[in-house]
């Protein structure tokens, strides 16, 4: 995709500080942070969002989560943390590539919506 600013991220085109990269899954901070320790990981093969998963692509986001739950604990968040992904323009997705933003380091506020 060769509009999709995380798809440049993936090639190297726009710079991005990583905190985790292996054959599939890039890992990011998030440049406007909502708690402490604010990550995205997103899956190296272009998938617009959760909306487009299906059997066939949708292997990477179990590795995704794996990927969180080691960053988790790299990243101390022993009291806890939230994985989010949006979807579509209701959902709050402003980056059309399917990511999963992983927050904490604080207590985090329970609203949902
Ligand atoms: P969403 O609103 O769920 O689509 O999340 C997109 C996220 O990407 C937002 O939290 C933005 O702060 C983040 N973001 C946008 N551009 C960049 C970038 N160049 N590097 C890191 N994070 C970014
Ligand atoms: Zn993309």
Do not use: W
């Not at 995205?40 to 990927?67: R, W």
């Amino acid at each position: 995709m060769d509009d999709c600013l995380f798809c440049k991220i993936i090639k190297g085109e726009i710079p991005s500080a990583k905190v985790y990269e292996d054959e599939e899954i890039l890992a990011f901070k998030d440049i406007n942070p909502m708690a402490p320790v604010h990550i995205l990981i997103i899956p190296k093969n272009h998938i617009d969002g959760a909306d487009k998963l299906n059997a066939e692509n949708s292997a990477v986001v179990g590795k995704i989560f794996a990927a969180a739950a080691k960053l988790a604990e790299e990243y101390h968040l022993d009291g806890g943390f939230r994985i989010v992904t949006n979807v579509g323009e209701n959902g709050g997705q402003t980056v059309r590539h399917l990511h999963f933003h992983l927050l904490g380091g604080t207590k985090l506020n329970t609203v949902l919506c």
